[in-house]
């Protein structure tokens, strides 16, 4: 397109100044978190935009045991979810994507509507679940109830990004004698790895968030994740509500996301638009 | 041993026939093409030999021994595709070795095959580069190489050179001419290119449909080709085909043509006939028969030209001839053949031969 040269400076204004509501808009609430967590005592409720700079809701929240506890317990169950769901995901990745049989179309939608009920319709029958396998107040519980909305995903990305590998590929590799196995092991998973990445990360991402079922299955503190963890946090008396502690709590909770995020952001999106365009 | 045996071998997807019962004997050592236009199923037949496609009906069998349920691997067989399908995660080294790595041979052994298959392909200086970093000629010598560590009696090529360019497709011709030559395993081979069935088959078979229209050495299909479409499919350019009618007259069988009758020796068959003629077989100016003609175009090819010459009812055909004509476009002029070079088919295709010949 052909601009004068004030079009063409009015247009870039234009951008810019799209980004930076956009911006404004998406990074706001972050940052009043992070200013609002490095203030102390009354200063929180004055509206001042610069941060004072005080750590001492830091020093609170990482000397609370039962916090450090449920940091643990949040990692430990977001790991073991992301490790089981992509284990399985490949799996039936492979079969849905490499092998024809009977019945696929409907399984890949079986696995899209299960995905599409809302968490709280599943809670009750899940509770009854989980109290029946005797998981009730187990981390167990959560990575158990958490494959419920990772696992589908895996499976629809996995499938189409297992699908879009050249079959001539995987056909070289029976001719050199590999087994399924070794076909998946050494030949796919090497070639998957930005699609391993982005729905591994994305998997961690809605474990380590996710609020309901760490409220409902969960019993005890010493079993608790951190954003549970950090709606129970409770100021020293009923009248006091510790702002401060609990934005200190979700800026450290908040971190390893964000660096996760940094440091893979090159394969997310590839990972996640490879399956869709072939070729 | 290790020739192959197709013995009425059929493929069917669901109602649809590709393989319609063919019948094949491949020798020991022998390099045999499959050629044929896109659908004729040539890859599909290559691929019911490798294992990778179940074979509906017949047998196959590999030194004597039916494979019909052996698994690819166990068939003792090395496959080149197509897209080279090389392993994009691994460098050229391992993707020589990794058959032999599936098979846990000891390292030792791998590396001293590896190196010598990448000394033969002259790949040896870049073991340690991804397939992403070769060029397609390149990709293409590994991916021979791939089939060759693996020290087979039986190489199959799906279209191996179809995606590289015209100068490397001879080069990598001659090169797989060069390895038969060397390693003397039996060869199948799949292309769509005449000139690569041509130049390295000791034997061609041409499909059509799903069926053997012919097998013969490239000469036998060339000199004899034993219907139409084999003649056409024979050939660069194409064989002319001129509609005709041959009648019995006595000791003779007259060929009436929209330019004129031409006495034959004695055919036993009449009716309408296709006179075939190959464009390097017409003969500007002379001939035992002759055809008047107007000069449509002249493509001179630097030591040859294609002179494109309309006929008869205005049918177009082609003449090969030697250096640069002195005709031009617009003028008339004769054209004519020798009645040995000449082919004839009956109105179902098949070629027709002379009484007694």
Not at chain 2, 151 to 172: G, H, I, V, W
């Amino acid at each position: 397109m052909v601009r004068s040269a004030t079009g063409r400076r009015l247009h870039r204004i234009a951008i810019y100044g799209l980004f930076a509501v956009v911006a404004l808009y998406t990074l706001f609430p972050f940052y009043w978190m992070i200013a609002s967590s490095l203030k102390s005592g009354q200063a929180i409720f004055d509206v001042t935009f610069l941060p004072d700079l005080k750590f001492n809701n830091y020093e609170a929240i990482l000397s609370d045991g039962v916090f450090l506890r449920s940091l643990l317990n949040s990692l430990v169950v977001a790991a073991s979810v992301v490790a089981l769901s992509l284990g399985l995901a490949i799996a039936a990745a492979y079969a849905l994507g490499r092998i024809d049989f009977r019945g696929r179309s409907p399984i890949m939608f079986l696995f899209l509507a299960v995905s599409m009920f809302p968490q709280i319709a599943l809670l009750s029958g899940l509770f009854e679940m989980i109290r029946w396998l005797g998981l009730y107040n187990t981390l167990g519980s959560l990575i158990f109830a958490y494959m419920i909305f990772t696992l589908p995903f895996n499976i629809w990305v996995l499938t189409t990004f297992m699908r879009s590998l050249p079959r001539q590929i995987e056909e070289a590799a029976i001719m050199d004698g590999c087994s399924p196995l070794r076909i998946v092991r050494c030949i796919f998973l090497p070639m998957m790895g930005p699609a391993l990445i982005s729905t591994g990360l994305l998997a961690f991402i809605a474990s380590w968030n996710e609020f309901l079922f760490a409220l409902t299955f969960i019993l005890t503190d010493e079993n608790r994740t951190v954003p549970v963890a950090i709606a129970l946090i409770s100021g020293s008396s009923r009248y006091e509500f510790p702002y401060g502690a609990i934005m200190a709590a979700s800026t450290i909770v908040t971190v390893p996301l964000i660096v996760m995020a940094l440091l893979f952001q090159k394969y997310i999106v590839s990972g996640l638009t490879a399956g869709a365009v072939k070729g | 041993m290790s020739g192959i045996d197709l013995i009425n071998v059929v493929k069917r997807f669901g109602a649809l026939t590709v393989i319609d019962g063919v019948d094949l004997a491949i020798a020991e050592g022998e390099f045999v093409v499959f050629v044929g236009p896109s659908g004729c199923g040539k890859s599909t037949l290559l691929r019911m030999i490798a294992g990778l496609e179940e074979i509906s009906d017949g047998e196959l069998r590999i030194a004597g021994s039916r494979m019909n349920e052996t698994p690819p691997a166990k068939r003792n067989i090395a496959m080149v595709f197509q897209s080279y399908a090389l392993y994009p995660h691994m460098n050229v080294e391992r993707n020589l070795g990794f058959a032999l790595e599936t098979a846990r041979l000891p390292a030792a052994e791998i590396r001293e095959r590896v190196t010598k298959a990448a000394k033969f392909l002259k790949i040896d200086h870049l073991l340690d580069r991804r397939p992403a970093q070769l060029s397609g000629g390149q990709q293409q010598r590994v991916a021979i190489g791939r089939a060759l560590v693996r020290q087979q009696k039986l190489f199959l090529f799906d279209e191996p050179l179809s995606n590289l360019d015209a100068d490397l497709r001879m080069e990598m011709r001659v090169e797989i001419a060069r390895i038969h030559r060397e390693v003397k395993a039996t060869t199948v081979y799949v292309t769509h290119d005449q000139m690569e069935a041509m130049t390295l088959a000791d034997r061609i078979v041409v499909l059509k449909d799903g069926r053997i229209a012919q097998v013969g050495t490239p000469m036998e299909l060339y000199e004899r080709p034993a219907n139409r479409f084999v003649a056409g499919f024979i050939g660069s350019p194409r064989m002319n085909f001129l509609p005709g009618m041959l009648v019995r007259e006595g000791e003779e069988s007259v060929l009436s043509l929209a330019g004129g009758r031409h006495r034959l020796s004695a055919h036993d068959y009449a009716g309408d006939v296709s006179l075939g003629i190959r464009p390097e077989d017409l003969i500007l100016g002379g001939g035992e028969a002759t055809l008047e003609a107007e000069v449509l175009l002249v493509e001179p090819l630097g030591g040859e030209s294609l002179v494109h010459l309309n006929v008869g009812d205005g049918r177009s055909i082609v003449a090969k001839a030697q250096g640069r004509p002195e005709i031009r476009p617009g003028a008339t002029t004769v054209v004519g053949w020798n009645h040995a070079r000449a082919h004839l088919f009956d109105k179902d295709e098949r070629a027709l031969n002379p009484r007694g010949a």
